[in-house]
T-cell receptor, first 115, second 111 residues
C-alpha cells in the first residue's frame, strides 16, 4: 500500500506570493492533518480535515487555509507569504479522525523556502 | 493550553547501551500519547501509541510508558544500534484530534 505522498517536495517562493501544497493520503484513509515544522517553533498543528470538512484548527492566521476533496486528497494554501513561513510542511493521514487508537501516518513533507 | 517538554534535547550513547527518553505534558486530559521517529529532512514514523487507559506499550526493543497522573511518558530503547540515530518526538493528543508535539530528543548512537 502506498504511503502518504506530498507534492511538491521543495518549493521556493518570494514574500507576498501565495503557495498551494498537495497531500494524497493512504488509500482508504479519510482524515488528513497538516503540520508546520520550524527549528524555532517545532512541530505545530495547522488543521485537520475529514469528509471534506475542517474538523480542527490550530492557532495560525487566516492566511493559512486548506480544503479536502471527495477522494480525501487535501490541499493547503498560504497567501501573502512571509519570511517566517519558511518551514517543512507535513501532512498526516489516518483512517478516521484521530482518536484514542488511531495512528497518524506522515508524508515526507514539503520544504518551503520564502525569500 | 497543553505543553509538551522533552528532555534531554540531545543524547549521545555508545552502541549497545540501554537508554530512556523523557516526555512530560501539562494537561492530563489526553486520550493518547504517541512516540514518533524523524530522520533528517524526512517525515515522522509512528513508533508506539499508548491509550490514556494504558500504562505501557512494547514493540521490539522499544517500550513506552505513560503516567497520566504525573504527566509523564518515557521511551525505553534497549540495546541501542547506530540505526536508532534519529530525532524522537512525543505528541499528546487531546479532545477532537488536537495534538501537541514536543521539540524532540536527538539521539546519536556511536558504533
Amino acid at each position: 500500500k502506498a504511503g502518504v505522498t506530498q507534492t511538491p517536495r521543495y518549493l521556493i517562493k518570494t514574500r507576498g506570493q501565495q503557495v498551494t501544497l498537495s497531500c494524497s493520503p493512504i488509500s482508504g484513509h479519510r482524515s488528513v492533518s497538516w503540520y508546520q515544522q520550524t527549528p524555532g517553533q517545532g512541530l505545530q498543528f495547522l488543521f485537520e480535515y475529514f469528509s471534506e470538512t475542517q474538523r480542527n484548527k490550530g492557532n495560525f492566521p487566516g492566511r493559512f487555509s486548506g480544503r479536502q476533496f471527495s477522494n480525501s486528497r487535501s490541499e493547503m494554501n498560504v497567501s501573502t507569504l512571509e519570511l517566517g513561513d519558511s518551514a517543512l510542511y507535513l501532512c498526516a493521514s489516518s483512517l478516521i479522525p484521530t482518536g484514542p487508537t488511531d495512528t497518524q501516518y506522515f508524508g515526507p513533507g514539503t520544504r518551503l523556502t520564502v525569500l | 493550553k497543553q505543553e509538551v517538554t522533552q528532555i534531554p534535547a540531545a543524547l549521545s550513547v555508545p552502541e549497545g547501551e540501554n537508554l530512556v527518553l523523557n516526555c512530560s505534558f501539562t494537561d492530563s486530559a489526553i486520550y493518547n500519547l504517541q512516540w514518533f521517529r524523524q530522520d533528517p529532512g524526512k517525515g515522522l514514523t509512528s513508533l508506539l501509541l499508548i491509550q490514556s487507559s494504558q500504562r505501557e506499550q512494547t514493540s521490539g526493543r522499544l517500550n513506552a510508558s505513560l503516567d497520566k497522573s504525573s504527566g509523564r511518558s518515557t521511551l525505553y530503547i534497549a540495546a541501542s544500534q547506530p540505526g536508532d540515530s534519529a530525532t524522537y518526538l512525543c505528541a499528546a493528543y487531546t479532545n477532537a484530534g488536537k495534538s501537541t508535539f514536543g521539540d524532540g530528543t536527538t539521539l546519536t548512537v556511536k558504533p
